[in-house]
């Protein structure tokens, strides 16, 4: 069996998820009969201390349906420039809403800085004067951040942007993927975090290990919303409670394990920081992310090649960076086996 850090997107669901799915209880969900989905969406709510909350496909169909639903076409959506919605889902929000990305520059913690998120809102006041920008919609941010190696964007940080979104009357969106990694490395609850921002995106499928589905909170007007947009996104799905009892058991049983994730990963650090010209980017490790830099593009991608063949899998981050991810497939043996992989491959 390969040993495979590529991403926590690979766990496969528990025994107690499988439990869970065979014998949930179900009805149609479109006509909100579906008694399993309801109870998940009123879980999430209660953890986030939202009004509401929408079961969704994936992460990436949470993020769409929240940005659709906080902007009419042709209004920017503020975000990092460094942030999964901006790389890696498609231009979706472009593609299919007509909105506008504007992106900013990301600081090497995941933080967007004030003055940039400041220069890049074109308040609608401004833009109905002058009849050139596209007035701003919303601004999302990203909790732990993926590309900057799974780091911990702070509540206090939430709060200065939140004021600043405040000034502007404009909403903040959270792609909270991983804000659960967050929640347990701080030990701090998701409230701190998402008292601070209109709506979160949550996922199942990653570090909670369920098979399927992402959780969007907010308020009940935002929700009603992001259901409709959900549905004319295609979202719209019947019997689900069979997707969703795994996610009640992801929320009830998988989030205080993260930690053990977050100690494994700095294993892997404390191996890789071993291999001579090659360097931890960023040098810290939160969560459940470590992300390092090798000398040159063609060696990161031998080396992740090298891996491989040795049943080693490891993202290749592009720009000579590479990316190990823990999870729940992830024991300390395997951490340990990985590091002495990585050193005798390496050598
Ligand atoms: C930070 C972040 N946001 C959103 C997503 C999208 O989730 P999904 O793969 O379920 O569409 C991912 C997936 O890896 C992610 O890392």
Redesign the pocket.
Known sequence: MPVDLR?D?VTLPTQAMRDAMATAELGDDVFGEDPTATRLERLAAEMTGKDAAVFVT????G?LASLLAHCDRGREVILGDES??YH??NGSASALGGLVFHPVRTSADGTLPFDAIRTAIHSPAHHYHFYHHAPAGVICL?NTH?RCGGRVLSPEYFADVAAIAREHGLPIHL?G??LFNAAVAAGRPLTDWTQHVSSV?L?L??GLSAPVG?LICGSAAFVDRARWMRKILGGGMRQVGVIAAPGIVALRDMVTRLAEDHRHARILADGIKTLKGVVLDPPEVDTNIVVFRMPSVAKAEAFAEALADKGLLISDFGGGRLRVVTHYGISETDCRQAVATMQSVWA
Not at 58 to 61: F, L, P
């Open positions: 991403s997107t994936s992460g990436t169909m993020n999964h919605i890696y889902e990203e993926n792609d993927a991983r995106q996922c499928s990653k992402s």
